[in-house]
């Protein structure tokens, strides 16, 4: 192929074409006629010498080249604009830029005071707001309208970048005058009432079925494997309610261990380690391919993973201050 005849503009336009499979909004998307849009597909199946989009029940699917080229596609525009971008250094003390970051209920609790808290020493102007999961689509985030995402993911598009920002396991917690609190056993763990906590998921959230613990979470899928099933009395998607409603005595609440930590600061209530194997999960951070090579991105998740060493060291030094000190 001739790359000298070759209009790069058509990449941009098959970019959102596959993310959007639809014509029309893809037309939208770019300013452009839905018969100019039309036009431009012709063009590309023309030059990949493939559909690319077919026809179907559920409207515009991609061809399998379709879904090969579309990563590619995407870590080659975003090459394309970091050199087409002017290279400035990012001045974080003198600058006055938003960012937009989608955080968990549960990242939010943990990380974020102590990420503002580095901020404002480092960049005193600069704004950050902060979205939930319900407010934001991936969508939002291969537009640039998000720029990036700290939660738990169990799907996350394949042409993103992610990185681990830290594990965390989970701990039971119950107010001080809980009758199982001096023998939580399995036994007594079943035979309590339980706070059920999480909002991972990106996108509008619906009610839970208590009948499917499978879908559940980590919690209810950890008793689904060894054959028991817990007794669910609240389902709440915020991480600071537990606390309130763990002082009820007949409840325990099973939580991320960090959160237990921080709601544990109640002397009324108590952290104990679930009478169960309960596999530990991940906090990632993932953004976009645009954004990759940012000068102004990339020094927002330095400064977040920073923070989050920062977190876990002072963990250790806790935990290595609660020890015991050995007799010589």
Known sequence: MNLERVDLNLLIYLDVLLREKN?????????????????????????????LLIRSSEGMTPTERALELQ???????????MILEPRTEFRPFSSSRVFRIMTSDYAEA???????????????????????????SYRDMEQGKVDLAINRFNEIPQSFHQVLVWRD?????????????DHLSLKSYLEAQHIWVSKTGMGVGFGVNPEKSGGL?????????IGQKRKISVFTRHYQMPALLASNVDLIATLPTRIARLQAENL??????????????????????LLHHHPAHRWLRQLIMFVARQIIDEEQREMLALQPRLEP
């Open 110 to 136: 943990t990380l974020v005071p102590k990420l503002v808290k580095a901020m404002r020493s480092e960049a005193p102007n600069v704004v950050l707001d902060f979205l939930t999961p319900s407010d934001v």
């Open 23 to 51: 014509v029309t909004r893809a037309a939208e998307q770019l300013g452009v006629t839905q018969p100019a849009m039309s036009n431009i597909l012709r063009r590309l199946r023309t030059l990949f010498n493939d559909p």
């Open 169 to 181: 396991s989970f701990s039971c917690l119950l107010s001080a005058n809980h009758p199982a609190v």
């Open 217 to 225: 979470g980590w919690i209810d899928q950890a008793l689904e494997r």
């Open 268 to 289: 009324n209530l108590v952290i104990k380690e679930p009478p169960f194997y309960i596999p530990e999960f991940e906090l990632k951070m993932a953004w976009c391919p």
């Open 71 to 81: 990563p590619r596609i995407r870590d080659a525009l975003s090459d394309l604009s």
